[in-house]
């Protein structure tokens, strides 16, 4: 798309995005992406068409809480 500074005021035939999310890692990613998904074809304005092509779903890594005397430990240490 143009920079709104030089944008004119045209019908597009269409437009491609990508759109790349950074979700909470004990988010689980596929059932996200198949929400959004939905959310995004459900009902878009303007009688447009919306296509969701779902390229990748990755969860992200949640470590667990040390053990208290672990991080007694480390706290000890620093």
């Known amino acids: 798309m143009p920079p709104s500074s030089i944008a004119g ?3 597009r035939p269409f437009t491609t995005l990508r759109l790349s999310l950074r979700l909470p890692p004990t ?6 992406s198949i929400r959004l ?15 969701l092509e ?5 969860s992200g ?3 667990l809480e040390y053990p208290s005397y672990i991080q ?7």
Request: with cysteine.
């Open 54 to 58: 779902i390229l990748g779903a990755a």
């Open 37 to 51: 998904k939905q959310i995004l074809e459900e009902n878009p304005p303007y009688n447009c068409k919306v296509n």
């Open 27 to 32: 988010l689980d990613a596929k059932k996200a």
């Open 61 to 63: 890594f949640n470590a």
């Open 9 to 11: 005021n045209v019908l």
């Open 72 to 78: 007694e430990s480390l706290n000890q240490a620093s």
